[in-house]
């Protein structure tokens, strides 16, 4: 019956430190895709902004009144619209400010804290921001 005692409490304790280790892989898996889902947002942002002000140069300082335009130039200055779409690696794409004198676009994680910790703000002249996500909400 001692032996039996004590096989149960190995049991426990490798359970419990197993638990441990596998908390600590999860929470670093989740920070790994958070960097990844952050930097891609970022990355798609700038290349934005970068067709943005392109597009501007090329046409005497006008900007878009949409990025449509920018996909169906030849060649394009963006080769996809990231706002028509829904979420892209963990981020939602928009451009709440797109008019004759200027641009801004927003990054938003789907889901705070799972998918991004942070909002990218980009505006006209490629100013990229980023801010809490919890502050947005």
Do not use: W
């Amino acid at each position: 019956m001692n032996r039996r005692g004590r096989s149960f409490l190995v049991i426990m304790i490798i359970i419990a430190v197993s638990a441990l280790f596998l908390r600590s892989a999860i929470d670093q898996f989740i920070k790994f895709h958070i960097a990844q889902n952050e930097s891609y947002a970022k990355m798609v942002l700038n290349s934005i902004s970068t067709a943005l002000d392109n597009y501007s140069r090329d046409k005497k300082g006008v900007f878009p009144e949409n990025l449509s335009v920018l996909t169906l130039t030849t060649p394009p200055y963006l080769s996809k619209s990231y706002v028509t779409q829904s979420s892209v690696k963990g981020y939602y794409f928009a451009c709440p400010r797109l008019d004759p004198t200027g641009y801004q676009c927003v990054a938003t994680p789907l889901i705070c804290n799972l998918t991004g910790k942070r909002t990218f703000t980009v505006t006209t002249g490629g100013a990229l921001v980023p801010e809490d996500c919890l502050k947005k909400e």
